[in-house]
């Protein structure tokens, strides 16, 4: 394939992909920093290794090459345990998106902080899978094909990560109405 198709091929295949690369980067490393060195060095490799590409589809193939590129940034620059840490303080805000009018905003705003901050204390192997699934839309096979796990182990994470993040969720809105009762 000729240097200039193959670019065209790669640019069409998988630019598109960027934002979701970029999202489940953030969800992985918790830095934005981290996120974009991750996703620029997994655009890097995809490059290098986009004749290994089979077909058409190259949405589960980047965002695995994204996830791998995380977990080694992770290996390389940060002490154990640090993708299990959140500083609301620092990357609530960035999570949350403005809805139409003040009051919704209000509303969502609250309902995107509970959630972000029970998905984000959830254990990476759990948020994984729910960031994919939810908030990509990655089928089941392509989450076992991003995460290198069987679809059985892919139905079992999301739904134990489903019944973490509801208990979360709930446990968080006990402390809410707890402290506002004070």
Not at 97 to 110: D, K, N
Not at 153 to 169: C, K, N
Request: glycine fraction near 6%; hydrophobic fraction near 45%.
């Amino acid at each position: 394939m000729a240097a200039n198709d193959r670019c065209r091929r790669f640019e069409r295949l998988v630019l598109p992909h960027l934002d979701a690369a970029h999202n489940l980067a953030c969800w992985l490393t918790r830095d934005e920093d981290d996120a974009r060195d991750a996703v620029q060095e997994a655009f890097l490799r995809a490059y290098k290794f986009f004749d290994s590409l089979r077909g058409d589809d190259a949405r589960a193939w980047f965002l695995a090459i994204v996830r791998n590129a995380c977990f080694t940034l992770h290996g390389r620059n940060r002490p154990p345990g640090i993708m299990e840490v959140l500083d609301e303080e620092l990357h609530g805000e960035e999570l949350i998106a403005p809805g139409p009018t003040p009051e919704a905003a209000a509303m969502e705003s609250v309902d995107r902080e509970l959630v972000n901050a029970a998905l984000a204390g959830l254990p990476v192997e759990f948020r994984e899978a729910l960031v994919l699934r939810e908030l990509e839309g990655l089928s089941y096979r392509e989450i076992a094909l991003v995460a290198n796990i069987p679809i059985g182990t892919v139905m079992s994470r999301l739904a134990r990560g489903r019944r973490l993040l509801q208990e979360a969720i709930l446990k968080r809105l006990g402390k809410e109405k707890t402290n506002a009762m004070r």
